[in-house]
């Protein structure tokens, strides 16, 4: 199975300022890697996908990169609708896709 | 517009089973596989596995054999999964989520809380 590893676990960032967030795989998973952000109460909303294109009404602010194994998420200017649990997901063998523990962008 | 529409919270007894369904609009059903997420109270996101919405055939993730049972309905657009011999540890919110153009999961159900409570 891979292992999906996010980090920090937790990241303060205060509003308009850049939001870097990392996810790590543990062998390569090409570009079939995706981003979802969940708010409480709310469903997972997907962001990313293919590492880098955004979803359909995802703000520009959003970007993913990388490949293979090391990947990012940045978000540009944080908003305060951004502050919410953010996961990265593999899904490069059918057989098992698997996401990573969540990475939460509190306001600081 | 897609939609995904889960059945209402559910609280059933340890040893009980419970059903949650997971009503499709907006698209034909059989064009797109369905895929399960369990989320436990607080914690994160776990894929359960897929369902061939055209064959019927389901694919389990690890931990997610035996007692959990993925199935459809295709005249009524519905997948379903079955959840027996229920623990306390299967208290969570399960997500019913279909892929997009590619097998990453474009559309959500809103989630149905299931309870395991004596």
């Known amino acids: 199975e891979i292992v999906m590893t996010q980090s920090p676990a937790t990241l303060s960032v205060s509003p308009g300022e850049r939001a870097t967030l990392s996810c790590r795989a543990s062998?390569?998973?090409?570009?079939?890697l995706a981003w979802y952000q969940q708010k409480p109460g709310q469903a997972p909303r997907l962001l990313i996908y293919?590492?880098?294109t955004r979803a359909t009404g995802i703000p520009a602010r959003f970007s993913g990169s990388g490949s293979g194994t090391e990947f990012t998420l940045t978000i540009s200017s944080l908003q305060s609708e951004d502050f919410a649990v953010y996961y990265c997901q593999q899904y490069n063998n059918w057989l098992s896709y698997t996401f990573g523990q969540g990475t939460k962008l509190e306001i600081k | 517009q897609v939609q995904l529409v889960q059945s209402g919270s559910e609280l059933k007894k340890p040893g009980a089973s419970v059903k949650v369904s997971c009503k499709a609009s907006g698209y034909t059903f059989t064009s797109y596989a369905m895929n399960w997420v369990r989320q436990a109270p607080g914690q994160g996101l776990e894929w359960m596995g897929w369902?061939?919405?055209?064959?019927?055939?389901?694919t389990y993730a690890q931990g997610f054999t035996g007692r959990f049972v993925f199935s459809l309905d295709t005249s009524v657009s519905t997948a379903y999964l079955q959840i027996s011999s229920l623990k306390a540890e299967d208290t969570a919110v399960y997500y019913c989520?279909?892929?997009?153009?590619?097998?990453?999961?474009?559309?959500w159900g809103q989630g149905t809380l299931v309870t395991v409570s004596s």
């Open positions: 062998q390569s998973v090409s570009s079939n």
């Open positions: 989520a279909r892929y997009g153009s590619g097998s990453y999961l474009h559309y």
């Open positions: 369902i061939n919405t055209n064959t019927g055939n389901p």
């Open positions: 293919g590492a880098s």
